[in-house]
């Protein structure tokens, strides 16, 4: 196991910087999430921890020592791609064993680590059979194993599970998760996904456009957006973000509610016009308009349905509703967070 450590990291494509300055800490044994829009540099970062891509500037260190210069083998890093990149014509055992074979590891000591490998991920069953004969969990965990047979002191994966379905996401999402809590593996995952970024990150790295906009645990991330792009970026329904002179006022859907729910608490209040809802089961999604903002500006509401019910809250009638004020962010003119105006 490895620390990874990254000082401004510049790559540019002709005079185009796809990765612009990236500096990241990540300790040995972290899970870390570079979280963005598509094309906002983080595959290429990646690719570039990895070997496979050369950066323009900067400093690539990995346990203490400085890779700048070594091929992707020699770097002790294991990648895996979003297609997975398993041979067709393979059987999984082949698959398992391919980097190893490639490194001229003698058969014995092969045998021993694909052993090892298919039994930690549960696919001991399935070693002779062939890719194609695999559900898309199967393949996942055999792709892992892969990479895990050349035992990597960190663990590269970009967009894991974009080619499963919601169920399958969900239960992948747990299992990586927990596999990497056993070993103890460093690991960069690379998403654009929001939901597997706050579950699994230990701490999760907000990139766009080529740098990194936050870096911070899941919940320092959501409760406190340093800027208004992870505001409403991170969160679904993202973030409410009320333009002011001079700046806006921000809050989340879950924290604004109607008044009579406010109690005791200290409060900012807010006339909202609402013109539709969802219900959604667990919860009830409120879209609207406040008095006295751009009428533009889509506010949203997430409430509970055991208290809000459809009959309360008419489309095209006006409700008190409020925010606790310690729950209300605050942006300059430059889209920062800043203290209360």
């Known amino acids: 196991m490895a620390a990874v450590l990254t000082r401004d990291i510049v790559k540019k494509f002709g005079e185009v910087p796809a990765v612009n300055g990236i500096s990241l800490n990540i300790p040995d044994g972290e899970f870390m999430v570079l979280l963005g829009p598509s094309g906002c540099g983080k595959t290429t970062y990646l690719r570039i921890i990895c070997g496979l891509e050369q950066q323009t500037s900067g400093d690539l260190l990995i346990g203490g020592n400085i890779v700048n210069e070594l091929p992707p083998r020699a770097r002790g890093v294991a990648m895996m791609f979003q297609s997975y990149g398993l041979y067709p014509h393979y059987t999984v055992r082949n698959n398992i064993a391919f980097p190893l074979k490639t490194q001229r590891v003698p058969r014995v000591e092969i045998d021993k680590k694909v052993e090892w490998a298919s039994q930690l991920l549960g696919i001991k069953r399935l070693l002779d059979r062939k890719p194609r004969e695999l559900s898309g969990g199967e393949r996942q965990r055999v792709a892992l194993a892969r990479a895990l047979v050349r035992e990597p002191t960190a663990l590269l994966l970009d967009e894991p599970l974009s080619n499963l379905d919601a169920k399958l996401r969900a239960s992948a999402r747990l299992e990586i998760k927990a596999f990497q809590q056993r070993v103890g593996l460093t690991t960069i995952y690379v998403t654009h996904d929001q939901v597997e970024a706050m579950g699994m990150g230990d701490r999760i790295a907000v990139i766009d456009g080529g740098r990194v906009r936050q870096v911070g645990t899941p919940t320092e991330i959501y409760d406190d957006p340093a800027d208004r792009f992870v505001a409403t970026f991170v969160g679904t ?85 409020a925010v606790r004020n310690a729950a209300l962010r605050y942006f300059d003119a430059d889209g920062n967070r800043a203290s209360r105006h």
Do not use: C
């Open 237 to 321: 329904p993202p973030m409410n973000i009320l333009d002011q002179n001079g700046g806006a006022v921000g809050f989340r859907p879950e924290n604004f509610l109607p008044k009579d729910m406010m109690e005791d608490q200290s409060f900012a209040e807010f006339n909202f016009r609402v013109d539709r809802s969802e219900y959604l089961g667990s919860e009830r999604i409120v879209y609207g308009v406040v008095e006295g903002f751009d009428p533009k500006q889509i506010v949203t509401a997430k409430l509970p349905p055991a208290h809000v019910d459809e009959a309360s809250i008419r489309p095209g009638e006006w409700h008190p509703f």
